[in-house]
């Protein structure tokens, strides 16, 4: 494992395949070394849609993080619909399908084995707050990347343990600051704050922001009910 160091935001796609080896894939693999994906590399048969594939070897512009010092942990406030949804940790499987060549289902041993990104960035909530966070996690084009998205794929849908559901464009899933956090300012994520895992992204307003996302699929066509917030009127992009 770990055959590599470059940051992957520094890959061009030539020299990505070049210490890769094999492909992406296996930049991936070799980076992540967990016996769940070694079948992965050798199933390659299907291209990569080439709009992802673009995504993935050419990231988009990071926006500048804050420092420790500007972390104000009692700024986040708790902005949950129906409460916190029990989960156990030890059982919790991450489900990652749709239009992919290899549908996921990872336990949180399987993620936690997958490179650690940190970043502190601002929370916003429409609602009228805003906070500095550090989350850590995994990015989500990671993830993506072992599922092998087919052509087609436009948007991610994310389903949550509470019944909270969103929809996001591709460009903005595969940001290199998506994450799927499973730690806040340095911590275990607490559970009011999505643990196990949520989604934590500097581009997007708070309400994109599954917590205790259960289910990621990558769709071309986005369905009647976008989003938990988005069917009561507001925007479905939320961006920032
Ligand atoms: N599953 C789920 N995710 C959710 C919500 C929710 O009610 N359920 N609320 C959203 C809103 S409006 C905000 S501002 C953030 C708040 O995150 P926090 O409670 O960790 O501060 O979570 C977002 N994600
Ligand atoms: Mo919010």
């Not at 993620?111 to 960035?121: E, F, G, N, R, Y």
Request: hydrophobic share 40%; proline share 7%.
């Amino acid at each position: 494992m770990n055959l590599i160091r470059v940051p992957s935001s520094q890959l061009t796609r030539r020299k990505f395949l070049q210490v890769s080896g094999i492909s992406s894939m296996g930049y991936l693999l070799s980076s992540c070394g967990t016996p769940l994906f070694s079948d992965v590399a050798s199933n390659l048969s299907e291209p990569l849609n080439e709009k992802v594939e673009t995504l993935i070897f050419n990231p988009q512009k990071p926006v500048p993080e804050f420092s420790k010092s500007d972390i104000k942990p009692e700024e986040l406030l708790v902005n949950s619909f129906q409460g916190t949804p029990i989960i156990d940790q030890a059982k919790f499987r991450l489900i990652v399908d749709g239009d992919v060549n290899k549908p996921l289902n990872l336990s949180m041993a399987d993620i936690q084995a997958l490179p650690l990104t940190s970043m502190i960035i601002r929370h916003v909530c429409v609602e009228g707050w805003a906070a500095i966070v550090q989350w850590g996690g995994i990015r989500l084009r990671e993830l993506i990347a072992l599922a092998q998205p087919k052509t087609n794929v436009k948007f991610a849908y994310f389903k949550s343990a509470d019944g909270y559901y969103e929809s996001w464009d591709i460009d903005s899933v595969l940001h290199p600051q998506t994450l799927l956090a499973y730690q806040k300012n340095g911590e275990p994520l607490p559970s009011e704050n999505g643990a196990p895992l949520r989604l934590a992204s500097p581009i997007k307003l708070g309400y994109k922001q599954s917590k205790w996302v259960t289910k990621v699929t990558l769709i071309s066509d986005l369905p009647a009910m976008k989003g938990f917030w988005e069917d009561q009127g507001y925007e479905w992009y939320g961006g920032l």
